[in-house]
C-alpha cells in the first residue's frame, strides 16, 4: 500500500441508536499516516471508530479498512488494527506483562513472540519499571499507556487512538503525543487519533477530518485546510469616540468577517485579493486609525471554528 | 533520552490461524485459577469422595466381608448426585466472574477488537468452567470404573454395564453444559460477581423451593418440571435406567433442560457486545 492510498474509507454510512442518528451519510476517506478525527463531544467520532471495528453494524453505506470490507471481513481487519479505547479498559486480575502478552496471543503472536513483544512495547510506552504491577493499580496515565501498549503489541498496520490523552497530567499528555508523534512519523504505523482536542490533532497528525452532529463538517491535509482563501489580520483601532461597533458592522457589511479576540484586538478575515489595502481604505473612509495590523496565521482552531460553525 | 527512543520493532514474524482464540481465553482463565490457594482446596475437596469410593471398590474387591460394598450401576449415578454439591461450589466459584468481571474492566471492547468473534469469546469462557466442571465429575465417574476393572481385576462388571461409560459421559456433558451456559449468562447479566454468585444460587433453590411448594400442596411430583436440578435428576435417572423419582415425563425434563441452555445462549447473543447499545 503505497502512502497515498487511504487506508479506511466511507461510503454513505448511517449510524443510530434506536432514534438517534450518530452518524448521518457519511462519505469520507483517511488517508495513510496519521489522521485527526475531530470534533466536538457527541459529534460520532467514536461511533465512527467502533463502526470500522465491526461493533456496530450500520443501517446504511460501506466501508472499508485497510482496502477490506467492514461487512465481509472483519476479522481479517481486527487482525491487521490496533484499538485503543476512550474508557478505562483492562482484562481483570493480570499484571501488565500477562495481559499485554494475552492480547498478543488473542491477535495471533505465538506465545513466546507475545511475551517478547510485551516486554518491548511495554518499555516503548514507558511501562517498563511497571511492568509486573496489576493494572488495577495503576493511575489514570499508566492505564492510558497500557491501552497503547495492547494495541501496539501485536505490531498493526492501522491504529485507531480514541481520546489517548484523557485524563492525563500535562506531562504524561506531552509524552502520549510524543508517541503517537513517534508511531506515524518514524515507525510507519498508520493511525487515527479521535479527539475534541485541537492540539493535540495538530501536534500529531497531518490531516483531519472534522466532525460535527454526526456529519463531516470537513477534511483534507491540515497545512490545505489553514490556507485561507484570502487572508486573515490581527487589527487593533482606534475610533474618536472610543467604540468599535460601528467599524465592526461596517468591515461585515463590507463583507469581512470579522470577530473579537481579545479587549481590543479582533481578527479579521479579508477574502480574496483585497488584503491589508480593503482595511486601511475602510478605516480612512470611517475616520478611524489603525493601530495595529498584522496577518495572522491561520491555525486549526479557525479551521475547526469554521467547519462546525462557530464564528 | 525521552523513554520511546528505546524502540518500537515492527514484527516480522508469523501469526496463528483464526479459530483458536477460544483457546487462549481458556488456558489463560485455568492458568489464572489454578494459582489460587483456595481453588486448589475446593478441587482437592471434590475429589475427596473419590477416594472413599475407591477406598469402598477395593474393600468389595479384596474383602470378602466386604462384598455388599460391590458397586452397582447406581453406585456411578449416586457418585455423580454427590458430586453435584462441590459442582455447585465451583460453578459459582469460577463462573460468576467470567463475564461479569470482563464487562467491570470493559474488557469486551478489547477482546472484540482482537481478531476474536463473540462465539469464540463465550466458547473460551464456557471451557473454563466446564473444565473445572468435568474435572470433579466426569474425570473421576471414569476413574471409578477404571479402578473398579482394576481392583476386580477382570471386565466382568464393566462388560455386564458397557452402557456406563456412555452414561456418564452423556450425562456430565449435559449436566455440565447446562450449569456452565446458565451461569455464564447470569454472569454476562451484572458486572458483579456476588451479585451473579448469589443469582444463581436464588435461581437453583428457587426453582427446587417452588417444586417442594407445589409437593406439599398437591402431593403429586408431576410438577417436578419446575426445578433445574429435579429435571437433572429425572434425566440422569432415565440415562443410567434407574427407576424414575418424579412423575414428570422425562422428555419434558429434557426440554427443560433443553430449553434453559437455548435461553442462556440467547442472553449471551444480547449481552456479549463490542458495545453496549442503550437506545
Known amino acids: ?311 | 533520552m525521552p523513554i520511546h527512543d528505546q524502540g518500537y520493532r515492527r514484527y516480522s514474524g508469523g501469526k496463528a490461524p483464526r479459530g483458536y482464540g477460544w483457546a487462549v481465553i481458556t488456558r489463560a482463565g485455568i492458568r489464572t485459577l489454578v494459582a489460587k490457594r483456595a481453588f486448589l482446596g475446593l478441587l482437592l475437596l471434590a475429589w475427596f469422595p473419590f477416594f472413599v469410593r475407591a477406598v469402598q471398590i477395593y474393600a468389595a474387591a479384596n474383602l470378602p466381608q466386604a462384598a455388599f460394598l460391590a458397586p452397582t450401576p447406581s453406585t456411578f449415578r449416586d457418585f455423580l448426585g454427590q458430586q453435584d454439591i462441590f459442582a455447585f461450589f465451583i460453578t459459582v466459584y469460577v463462573g460468576a466472574g467470567l463475564i461479569a468481571n470482563d464487562r467491570r474492566a470493559n474488557a469486551l471492547q478489547i477482546y472484540l477488537s482482537k481478531p476474536l468473534t463473540r462465539a469464540e469469546y463465550v466458547f473460551g469462557k464456557l471451557a473454563i468452567l466446564m473444565t473445572f466442571l468435568l474435572l470433579v465429575t466426569w474425570v473421576p465417574a471414569i476413574l471409578l470404573l477404571i479402578v473398579q476393572i482394576a481392583f476386580a481385576g477382570n471386565f466382568t462388571f464393566f462388560q455386564n454395564n458397557a452402557y456406563l461409560f456412555p452414561a456418564i459421559t452423556v450425562f456430565t456433558f449435559l449436566d455440565v453444559t447446562m450449569v456452565a451456559t446458565a451461569m455464564l449468562a447470569l454472569s454476562s447479566l451484572s458486572k458483579s460477581s456476588r451479585y451473579v454468585g448469589i443469582l444463581y444460587a436464588a435461581v437453583i433453590f428457587f426453582t427446587q423451593a417452588v417444586y417442594g411448594v407445589l409437593f406439599a400442596v398437591t402431593r403429586s411430583t408431576s410438577f417436578s418440571w419446575v426445578s433445574f436440578p429435579a429435571n437433572l435428576t429425572q434425566v440422569g435417572d432415565v440415562i443410567f435406567r434407574l427407576p424414575l423419582k418424579y412423575s414428570t415425563p422425562w422428555p419434558v425434563s429434557l426440554l427443560m433442560i433443553l430449553g434453559l441452555i437455548a435461553v442462556s445462549g440467547l442472553v449471551l447473543e444480547r449481552r456479549v457486545r463490542g458495545v453496549e447499545v442503550v437506545a
Do not use: W
Open chain 1, 1 to 311: 500500500m503505497t502512502q497515498t492510498d487511504s487506508v479506511v474509507t466511507l461510503e454513505r454510512v448511517t449510524v443510530a441508536y434506536g432514534k438517534s442518528v450518530a452518524l448521518r451519510d457519511v462519505t469520507a476517506s483517511f488517508s495513510a499516516g496519521a489522521v485527526g478525527l475531530l470534533g466536538p463531544n457527541g459529534a460520532g467520532k467514536s461511533t465512527m471508530i467502533k463502526s470500522l471495528l465491526g461493533f456496530i453494524v450500520p443501517e446504511r453505506g460501506r466501508m472499508r479498512v485497510l482496502g477490506l470490507d467492514v461487512a465481509v471481513a472483519p476479522l481479517e481487519i481486527r487482525a491487521r488494527v490496533g484499538y485503543m479505547p476512550e474508557s478505562d479498559a483492562h482484562i481483570p486480575g493480570m499484571n501488565a506483562v500477562s495481559f499485554v502478552a494475552y492480547c498478543g496471543e488473542l491477535a495471533g503472536l505465538p506465545r513466546v513472540d507475545a511475551m517478547q513483544r510485551a516486554h518491548e512495547v511495554l518499555f516503548y510506552v514507558g511501562l517498563g519499571e511497571a511492568r509486573y504491577r496489576n493494572v488495577e493499580t495503576y493511575s489514570t496515565g499508566m492505564k492510558q499507556r497500557i491501552k497503547l501498549a495492547q494495541a501496539l503489541v501485536h505490531d498493526p498496520d492501522l491504529l485507531f487512538l480514541d481520546e489517548p490523552t484523557n485524563g492525563m497530567d500535562p506531562k504524561g499528555r506531552d509524552e502520549m503525543l510524543e508517541l503517537v508523534r513517534d508511531l506515524a512519523h518514524n515507525k510507519g504505523v498508520n493511525l487515527i487519533l479521535s479527539s475534541h482536542l485541537l492540539p493535540d490533532v495538530e501536534y500529531t497528525c497531518d490531516h483531519v477530518v472534522v466532525m460535527d452532529k454526526g456529519a463531516i463538517a470537513a477534511a483534507g491535509p491540515i497545512a490545505a485546510l489553514k490556507q485561507p482563501r484570502g487572508r486573515v489580520y490581527e487589527l487593533r483601532v482606534k475610533t474618536r469616540d472610543g467604540a468599535v461597533d460601528a467599524f465592526v458592522e461596517r468591515l461585515q457589511s463590507a463583507g469581512l468577517d470579522c470577530h473579537a479576540t481579545d479587549e481590543d484586538i479582533m481578527r479579521v478575515f479579508v477574502p480574496g485579493e483585497g488584503g491589508a489595502r480593503q482595511l486601511f481604505a475602510l478605516a480612512a473612509a470611517d475616520n478611524v486609525q489603525v493601530r495595529h495590523l498584522r496577518p495572522s496565521v491561520s491555525t486549526l482552531e479557525d479551521v475547526f471554528a469554521t467547519a462546525v460553525g462557530e464564528k
